[in-house]
């Protein structure tokens, strides 16, 4: 199994990966009345979503935006796409197969790309030539400076990215971050801010605001665990946003795949807000080879007025039952049975 050896290639590889999810902390709230309320703190991704911000009302017309939606925000490949997807067979087809819950496979295949680079610097550890596919038609710069204390390798400073393709993928813009190493364990901690990052996969073209924090260990057996906190929207710069607000994944790679738990808030532009939560007694499990009939999973969803959702997880790659409870009664929605 591949691990993250150099502090540059895993702070590049973060780096990325978070560049297409983002943020900790939660979106703002209202503040009291009176001379002497205090006001709101916004993030960026408050600040940056558009969107409906009252809670759904979940029925059999906005459920699969709603729970599709917030079930691939974990996935590089997953979110942008079905943000905006509109709910015909094919968009829901793809919600398993753009591959949600990869990170480790994500953060392994950007790390092979990168070619080591141990030489500690103050300022331009990225080279463009090497991180740009396209170079010299597409660039970057950087400001990060390193810094080593003990066992410690600590990187902070910022990104710059133009017209870059990071592999498929156009970046444009500044991705600020800090992150610290133990260069005896390769334990990972970092925090990032976008505000506003372009995407651009040729296909579809987002803006993306917000921050990021998360960590990422080795357990005993070697495998990779991960703690990601985002806080991130979506602008397909065609008026509507989606927003990822307190989204919180823990994932740890086995041997034949990823299992995850999510849990959060998320915000689509034309409905408003679901809460949802991994039942803990069914937990994510998504299989590296996609044609292994191993997939598995329950999520549970709320909106207003007792509205909920039920997302079951089928055993092969592009099942899936939405189970859809309100005061109209009980709808099954997808290609699987409960």
């Given at each position: 199994m591949q691990t993250l050896k150099n502090s540059r290639e895993m702070v590049f590889a973060l780096?990325?990966?978070?560049?297409?999810?983002?943020?900790?902390c939660g979106?703002?709230?209202?503040?009291?009345?009176?001379d002497d309320a205090v006001a709101p703190v916004l993030t960026p991704a408050d600040v940056a979503y558009t969107g409906v911000r009252t809670e759904a009302y979940i029925d059999e017309n906005n459920a699969e935006a709603l729970v599709l939606g917030a079930f691939s925000g974990e996935d590089i490949e997953g979110i942008?796409?079905?943000?905006?997807?509109?709910?015909?067979?094919?968009?829901?087809?793809?919600?398993?197969?753009?591959?949600?819950?990869?990170?480790?496979?994500?953060?392994?295949?950007?790390v092979a790309m990168v070619q080591p680079d141990a030489q500690i610097?103050?300022?331009?550890?990225?080279?463009?030539?090497?991180?740009?596919?396209?170079?010299?038609?597409?660039?970057?710069s950087d400001t990060l400076v390193e810094s080593v204390s003990g066992t410690t390798n600590t990187l902070t400073g910022d990104i710059i990215y133009n017209n870059c393709d990071i592999?498929?993928?156009i970046l444009d813009g500044k991705v600020s971050l800090s992150a610290s190493i133990d260069l005896l364990t390769d334990d990972l901690t970092l925090n990032m801010t976008m505000n506003?990052?372009?995407?651009?996969?040729?296909?579809?073209?987002y803006s993306l605001t917000g921050t990021f924090s998360g960590t990422m260990t080795t357990d005993n057996?070697?495998?990779?665990?991960?703690?990601?906190?985002?806080?991130?929207?979506?602008?397909?710069?065609?008026?509507?946003?989606?927003?990822l607000n307190n989204y919180v994944i823990d994932e740890t790679e086995e041997t034949s795949g990823l299992r995850s738990t999510i849990s959060g808030r998320f915000y689509e532009h034309d409905y408003g807000f679901v809460d949802f939560l991994t039942d803990p007694l069914e937990t994510i499990f998504v299989p590296f080879n996609p044609l292994d009939s191993t997939y598995d999973g329950r999520i549970e969803y709320t909106g207003r007025l007792s509205s909920h959702a039920t997302l079951f997880l089928g055993v092969n790659q592009d099942d899936y039952c939405i189970e859809v409870v309100n005061a109209s009664g009980v709808v099954d929605l997808g290609t699987c049975v409960p």
């Open positions: 780096c990325f990966a978070t560049a297409i999810f983002a943020t900790a979106g703002g709230g209202g503040g009291g009345g009176g942008v796409p079905l943000a905006t997807a509109s709910t015909d067979a094919t968009d829901v087809l793809t919600a398993k197969s753009s591959a949600p819950y990869n990170l480790s496979v994500v953060f392994k295949q950007i610097k103050t300022l331009a550890l990225l080279d463009p030539a090497q991180e740009c596919f396209n170079y010299p038609s597409g660039t970057l592999g498929g993928v506003p990052l372009g995407y651009n996969d040729g296909i579809t073209n057996f070697g495998f990779l665990v991960s703690h990601l906190d985002l806080d991130v929207t979506f602008d397909n710069l065609s008026g509507r946003t989606f927003w």
